[in-house]
């Protein structure tokens, strides 16, 4: 596609269900990333794939947060067991890592609301 | 761990005002990013600085890469209102895998 598309652009969830987020990723970009941005905060990394190699996880806040990439392409984040904490927006970004630069291209977001 | 800091976090400023945040690594970067978001948008990509030392323009927009490459800043001259929004730099993590975002500058402008 033209961009980076995320769904669905907003999510209202009770504590403790579980949520679904999709990235669709620029196409041939090999590399995907998982922000989360609270509001009026900074970029929270929290994952990052590159081809088939092992995700980087490292920014994961607890281990209800997963995330899977099929295919090299659509990833999705999923959240277990939510909590009011978890609100934010949820941004993707796809990368083509060439050498030496690493542009990131966001998608507009999940805004993910806990009641 | 490391860190990007960036100051100011909020900054207003009259129309036709210069502007300028700063953003300082904890550590040496191998190159560093600037993205604006504006409200209700998300963040797009600027520019990237590589050399230790770069500057860069952009029409009104002056970025540059310190000597010893742990810091950057981004100046504005004469404002305009389309300027406002979130400033973020960024660097690569120690891994090598992820951009570490700064906090961001807001900007707000009246005219």
């Known amino acids: 596609g033209a961009g980076v598309s995320q769904s669905p652009s907003n999510k209202v969830t009770e504590k403790g269900k579980d949520v679904e987020l999709r990235c669709d990723p620029i196409?041939?970009?090999?590399?995907l990333y998982w922000y989360r941005q609270s509001l009026g905060q900074g970029l929270e990394f929290l994952i990052y794939?590159?081809?088939?190699?092992?995700?980087?996880k490292s920014g994961l806040p607890s281990d209800r947060f997963s995330a899977e990439r099929t295919g090299g392409s659509v990833s999705t984040l999923t959240i277990q067991r939510t909590q009011q904490e978890d609100s934010a927006v949820y941004l993707c970004?796809?990368?083509?890592?060439?050498?030496?630069?690493?542009?990131?291209?966001f998608g507009p977001g999940t805004r993910l609301t806990v009641l | 761990g490391q860190q990007v800091m960036q100051i100011p976090q909020y900054q207003h400023v009259q129309e036709g005002e210069d502007f300028t945040t700063y953003c300082n690594s904890s550590?040496?970067?191998?190159?560093i990013q600037w993205y604006k978001q504006r409200p209700g948008g998300h963040p797009v990509f600027l520019i990237q600085?590589?050399?230790?030392?770069e500057v860069k323009k952009q029409k009104r927009l002056t970025f540059q890469f310190g000597e010893a490459k742990k810091n950057s800043s981004l100046h504005i001259t004469a404002t305009q209102t389309t300027d406002v929004g979130t400033y973020f730099c960024?660097?690569?993590?120690?891994?090598?895998?992820?951009?570490?975002f700064g906090k961001g500058t807001t900007l707000s402008v009246s005219s």
């Open positions: 970004a796809s990368s083509s890592r060439r050498e030496g630069t690493d542009t990131q291209y």
């Open positions: 196409s041939g970009h090999t590399a």
């Open positions: 794939f590159q081809g088939n190699s092992a995700p980087d």
């Open positions: 550590t040496t970067l191998s190159n």
């Open positions: 600085l590589v050399k230790s030392g």
């Open positions: 960024a660097g690569l993590n120690q891994a090598g895998t992820a951009l570490i």
